[in-house]
């Protein structure tokens, strides 16, 4: 049961047992259909938090076996440099710097950080000759049981950096019982990213006999569900589709207990994507003195903060700039205008495609697709990824890309992390990037592992504010700025100067939390008026909120009334022709009445009394009562009575031989005509009065004609000259039919408008909608 309390301003709900006798007054009781609505709702809502929810985990009250961290060994060669030496090979090694005490000094070999002979012949087999910079410093950090952030650039090697102390920590440990979790478990933000990584791990999993399970949603869950339950030491995972892995049958399918090594990868885009609390509540079911290492391109000051939560005493690794681009990438800024984008596009591809894969950036989804289409017009075979295709789909296209099947890729955001294609000699960002850290990625994407790459940025005058990160990204990887964007920033800092305004930086890490838009905070507003209405709350000051959706309904239809009067129809109209298309708007007793008129004008153009019959059945008449010989019919007579019949069969009236006196002195009714513009309406409320059900019963219950018209116009679009916003006109004989009609089509938006305020969901203004 429900039980509302009102405490200092806030509304809460809390759950309370029932006994079983007032369960069964409740069951017997009769209640509205809004209440079995809520009631409905919390049902869904609690049954959702059921499935998602994972077991919560007493680690007090759990016996954890012990397990070794420290494995690293230093070698007598290592263990002779001085402080000066370390500190000079370092700098060397692109830079490292090292936060932290007791870190250990940087090795020079594959040799001195104690692999196997099986991970050797790895290396050799995949040509890895040395450690690079961050994996010289990071292994045997990691090594020696420490907790780490790395960062380092894009292409530098961070996955064989957590990869390397990762297999030596599960060989150390006992072998997995029949219901053991996994050993290890590595946490992606983004589903391609986990796959690379499970693909890196599959290199040494084979010979080391170990098994890796990557888990991710947007495909079956029964084949991840099977290769869980036959055992494995690492997991590769997204957040969300791992809570349903460990919330599922109970926690029957994968559980946490033997882990003690945890991965983060990309750790400041999977917070900023908004997975911490996925990230947290994995976290916090793994015991406490577990290993935890995070690794990044980019970890802005701000997620620090967020990081540390889950870190004990870390060692922090950078190796180059903090958030820098490869000096690999040669970057070129180019000022152009919207319509010229395209044409510089062709020419780039024309120098660059030969030599290698190309990776096209743009903003949207939607872009993503018609940019495709374009290049394809143009004889460029390509191919598009965004968030809005198929995930099964979205693998096969990467597999193609990365394996030079298809040289060109046109891709969102979703491809500016961890991809990596060997042969990718040019990105172009068709679309300015927004922030800095999205920038830096995407350039990181060529340039890898010690190749040439090359990253060419087109930027309109109408982004200007985007011009500073850019600019700062070019500085801080050491590549020249032209004097076109210099140009271009430096006008739009004395403009906002002159308007007052303060120039910041447009990162997208902020760390200033969720903020509402205009919707958001106008749906919030609405739903504290309904809760406070719901308990008898209100302020003096409140408006009622009935009157308040009346009215901003009202002003969203705009409506246009006409009256006109016309004449009678010539042709009566089957009443049984379609429901709500009645082209006069007539109701079937009209119609009736209309009908009798007719046929009373019929017998007094004909002279004869509403009892009389046709000319034939009268001399019938004569001859069989013997009155003599039968009248003489003209044969014209005959022949205008059989055609009255078949106009009475019909519906139909002739013009009479007096047609000028007729329309002169025709009778004429009322037309009221009405529009309801509902262009600005939510979708969902729009759907509730244009689907044909919906007309059907309103034309039913109003006796009104209503028809939809107009198009569909998004809200920053204007209609072209001779084109209308979407609307509903409304026709009828009588204006009660007109406002009933009104009437029923208000209430079924306004209940619209009122569920999705209960709903708390903003409007969705997207082109795709991922499951």
């Given at each position: 049961a429900k039980k509302l309390t009102h405490r200092e301003g806030e509304i809460t709900v809390k759950d309370e047992p029932l006994d079983k006798e007032e369960e069964q007054k409740r069951l017997e009781m009769e209640y509205?259909?809004?209440?079995?609505?809520?009631?409905?709702?919390?049902?869904?809502?609690?049954?959702?938090k059921k499935k998602k929810d994972t077991i919560v985990v007493n680690h007090d009250k759990i016996y954890y076996a012990s397990f070794r961290k420290n494995f690293y060994v230093e070698v007598p060669e290592i263990a002779r440099m001085t402080t000066e030496e370390v500190e000079a090979y370092r700098t060397e090694l692109e830079g490292i710097k090292v936060r932290g005490k007791n870190c250990p000094k940087p090795i020079k070999s594959w040799a001195?950080?104690?692999?196997?002979?099986?991970?050797?012949?790895?290396?050799?087999?995949?040509?890895?000759?040395?450690?690079?910079?961050?994996?010289?410093?990071?292994?045997?950090?990691?090594?020696?049981?420490?907790?780490?952030?790395?960062?380092?650039?894009?292409?530098?090697?961070?996955?064989?950096?957590?990869?390397?102390?990762?297999?030596?920590?599960?060989?150390?440990q006992p072998p997995l019982d029949e219901n053991d979790g996994p050993i290890a478990i590595i946490m992606t933000p983004t589903r391609e990213l986990a796959m690379q990584i499970t693909s890196e791990c599959k290199k040494f999993t084979k010979p080391l006999g170990l098994k890796a399970v990557c888990v991710y949603g947007g495909t079956g869950i029964s084949e991840q569900i099977a290769e869980l339950k036959r055992g494995c030491e690492i997991i590769v995972c997204t957040p969300g589709r791992m809570i349903d892995m460990l919330s599922a049958n109970n926690g029957r399918v994968t559980n946490l207990r033997r882990c003690t090594y945890v991965v983060l990868d990309e750790a400041d885009r999977m917070f900023d994507m908004g997975f911490e609390p996925q990230v947290t509540k994995i976290v916090d079911s793994i015991r406490p003195d577990r290993q935890t290492v995070m690794f990044s391109a980019t970890f802005p000051r701000q997620m620090e903060a967020l990081a540390r939560k889950i870190l004990q005493k870390p060692i922090e690794v950078q190796v180059g700039g903090r958030s820098v681009v490869c000096r690999d990438v040669d970057q070129s800024v180019i000022v152009i205008d919207e319509d010229k984008k395209f044409l510089k596009l062709l020419e780039l591809l024309g120098l660059y495609q030969e030599k290698?894969?190309?990776?096209?950036?743009?903003?949207?989804?939607?872009?993503?697709?018609e940019l495709m289409k374009e290049l394809m017009t143009h004889s460029y075979p390509c191919m598009s990824l965004h968030g809005g295709i198929d995930q099964y789909d979205r693998d096969s296209i990467i597999v193609d890309f990365k394996n030079g099947n298809v040289k060109l890729l046109v891709a969102t955001s979703v491809a500016a992390r961890g991809l990596d294609v060997k042969h990718l000699i040019l990105v172009v960002n068709y679309d300015c990037p927004n922030h800095y850290e999205d920038y830096v990625h995407r350039c990181g994407r060529t340039g890898r592992a010690g190749n040439k790459g090359y990253a060419f940025t087109f930027i309109t005058p109408e982004q200007e504010r985007y011009a500073g990160d850019i600019i700062k990204a070019l500085e801080l990887s050491g590549a020249t700025v032209n004097a076109d964007l210099e140009k271009l920033w430096n006008d739009y800092k004395e403009r906002?100067?002159?308007?007052?305004?303060?120039?910041?930086?447009?990162?997208?890490?902020?760390?200033k939390g969720f903020k509402f838009d205009e919707t958001e905070a106008q749906l919030a507003n609405e739903r504290k008026k309904l809760q406070k209405a719901a308990l008898g709350l209100q302020d003096s000051d409140d408006e009622d909120?009935?009157?308040?959706?009346?009215?901003?309904?009202?002003?969203?239809?705009?409506?246009?009334?006409?009256?006109?009067?016309?004449?009678?129809?010539?042709?009566?109209?089957?009443?049984?022709?379609?429901?709500g298309a009645l082209p006069t708007g007539q109701s079937n007793q009209q119609k009736l009445a209309l009908a009798k008129q007719l046929a009373a004008k019929i017998n007094m153009a004909k002279k004869i009394g509403p009892d009389a019959r046709d000319i034939t059945q009268q001399a019938a008449k004569f001859i069989l009562s013997d009155e003599g010989f039968a009248p003489k019919v003209a044969s014209k007579t005959i022949a205008e009575q059989t055609a009255e019949k078949i106009n009475a069969k019909l519906g139909y009236r002739p013009p009479s031989e007096d047609e000028e006196g007729e329309n002169s002195n025709a009778e004429t009714f009322k037309r009221y005509e009405e529009e309801l513009e509902i262009n600005d309406f939510p979708q969902t409320a729009r759907w509730k009065v244009t689907s044909k059900e919906a007309l059907a019963q309103i034309c039913e219950y109003s006796e009104a004609g209503i028809t939809v018209r107009g198009t569909y116009f998004p809200p920053n679009k204007e209609p072209k000259e001779g084109e209308r916003k979407l609307y509903l006109a409304i026709e009828a004989t009588s204006d009660m039919a007109i406002q009933k009609a009104k009437k029923e089509i208000t209430r079924l938006i306004k209940d619209e408008l009122i569920r999705l305020q209960n709903s708390y969901q903003p409007i969705n203004k997207g082109r795709y909608k991922v499951l």
């Open positions: 509205s259909s809004e209440e079995e609505e809520e009631d409905l709702e919390s049902t869904m809502l609690n049954m959702n001195q950080c104690g692999c196997s002979k099986k991970v050797m012949d790895v290396f050799r087999k995949n040509s890895f000759e040395k450690p690079t910079p961050i994996q010289s410093q990071a292994i045997p950090a990691i090594m020696s049981g420490r907790d780490l952030i790395g960062i380092a650039k894009t292409g530098s090697g961070k996955t064989l950096a957590f990869l390397i102390p990762l297999f030596r920590h599960i060989m150390d290698g894969s190309v990776l096209v950036f743009v903003d949207k989804q939607e872009h993503a697709d906002a100067k002159a308007e007052g305004k303060t120039v910041k930086s447009s990162s997208g890490f902020l760390g909120t009935g009157v308040d959706i009346d009215q901003q309904i009202e002003d969203m239809f705009a409506s246009v009334k006409r009256v006109t009067d016309i004449a009678k129809p010539q042709v009566i109209s089957n009443p049984m022709a379609g429901i």
